[in-house]
């Protein structure tokens, strides 16, 4: 059995439930939060997610972890056959880490708290986020997948990866940056009508006050 650490309103957490779940892996939770005084002894990183493998291994890193529980299930395939195809997929995906989720945190803070962003803060994270999603949109298909006619691990990492770029979108002092990526609006739709995007996204509902009330509390 793996267990999940990692907290429900987390979107890299989100990425490797929702993997785990395709693969239909026997997997426990375990809600922790970062900061939490035994979370160094599971995570390597200090973040969240992390798993605890069968045999009492513990492994950080969402990617990581994704690779994981494909090695360990193959099946249902989550990256396709070919090296290249397979190295498209970790493209896609690393490129929605590095230019698309990570910039956009920089404006969580003043989302989370609801309070006006730091102008120069908002324009860079415009313009990374215009980039990011220029790279995006020259990357995928969309045919209805984002590589194709296949679910990949990408569809998956992109779903959750959307998150904080989604929710920082109204504190942008342009245009939506995500409107450059065709097909989006029709994918995400796609997505959100599974079983497990729905599970997911309840659970996601069901700890959001808990989630808020701990950032109030710690932002006193
Ligand atoms: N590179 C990490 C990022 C994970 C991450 O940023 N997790 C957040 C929660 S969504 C976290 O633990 N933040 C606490 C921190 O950065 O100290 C991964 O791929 O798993």
Known sequence: MIILHGFATSNYFNMVKHALMVKGCDFEENTIYPQAPGLRAISATGKVPAITTASGQHLAETSVILDYLEDLHPQPRLYPETAEARAQTRQL???LELY?????????????????????????????LTKGCEMV??????AP????DQLSMADIFMRYALSIPTMVKPLLPDS???????????????????????RIDADQAANYAEFMARISAKSK
């Open 176 to 198: 939506d940056p995500l409107l450059a990526v065709p097909g989006l609006a029709e994918w995400q739709k796609m997505m959100a009508n599974t079983d497990i995007a729905r």
């Open 137 to 142: 949109a020259q990357l995928v298909s969309m």
């Open 100 to 128: 698309l989720d990570i910039p956009a945190r920089q404006l969580l803070p003043a989302v989370l708290r609801r309070q006006a962003p730091d102008p120069t803060v908002a324009k860079q994270t415009q313009d990374s």
């Open 145 to 148: 997948y984002a590589l194709g």
């Open 93 to 95: 995906m690393k490129v």
